[in-house]
């Protein structure tokens, strides 16, 4: 099983490209403001994941061990990332290529990997899990609703219902 600290620090490096990727759309001239303003908004949200993360990494006395995480499941994410980031180079991207990409990275593994370490803090360092559930609950509707918004793929509208349907199905499962 990975050691504490070398997980926290994988997690940070993966949310840390997505958090780029959502710069670089948020930067892309041939995107209308509002396109622009969304990404812009998802990278922020990124950047609060990654603080949340950056938080726990000072609190590992707390920490249950790392949860485990499979070769596999590890290069599903990192090829995800990384598709999403050759994307991300192209000065004149589809919308539709892009919200794909976004939908991708946003129901990777990447994202219960980060609710997973988050849960395995002792109730004295709790408040990690609190500030992490609106942040995402915010995130993943931003997404979701873009999508509605910005596209007319309807492959894409569901998608999004499932990202979204699926976010709500692990909510409620969760112990309040």
Same mark, same amino acid.
């Given at each position: ?5 070398? *997980? ?18 948020? @930067?892309?001239?041939? *995107?209308?403001?509002? !396109?622009? %303003?969304?990404?812009?908004? !998802? ?5 609060? /994941? *990654? ?5 726990? &990494? $000072?609190?590992?006395?707390?920490? &249950?061990?790392? +949860? +485990? ?13 990384? =598709? @999403?980031?050759?994307? %991300?180079?192209? +000065?004149?991207?589809?919308? #539709?290529?892009? *919200? $794909? /990409?976004?939908?991708?990275? #946003? ?12 849960? $395995?803090?002792?109730?004295?360092? &709790? %408040?990690? =899990?609190?500030?992490?559930? +609106?942040? /995402?609950?915010? /995130? ?37």
């Amino acid at each position: 099983m990975e050691a504490k600290h070398a *997980f926290v620090d994988r997690l940070l490096a993966l949310e840390r490209r997505v958090y780029r990727i959502y710069e670089k759309w948020a @930067a892309n001239e041939s *995107f209308s403001d509002d !396109m622009r %303003s969304l990404w812009r908004d !998802m990278a922020d949200d990124e950047k609060q /994941h *990654f603080a949340i993360l950056e938080q726990s &990494a $000072g609190l590992l006395n707390f920490a &249950a061990s790392a +949860p +485990p995480i499979a070769a596999e499941q590890r290069e599903k994410i990192s090829a995800a990332i990384a =598709t @999403a980031e050759r994307a %991300s180079d192209n +000065p004149k991207p589809a919308i #539709e290529e892009v *919200f $794909g /990409h976004a939908l991708a990275l #946003e129901s990777s593994e990447l994202n219960q990997l980060d609710d997973a370490w988050l849960k $395995g803090f002792q109730s004295s360092a &709790a %408040s990690l =899990t609190q500030d992490w559930t +609106p942040a /995402h609950d915010q /995130h993943i509707r931003r997404l979701a609703d873009a999508v509605r918004r910005f596209t007319v793929s309807e492959a894409l509208h569901r998608d999004a219902a499932a990202l979204l349907s699926q976010y709500e199905r692990e909510k409620r499962s969760q112990p309040a």
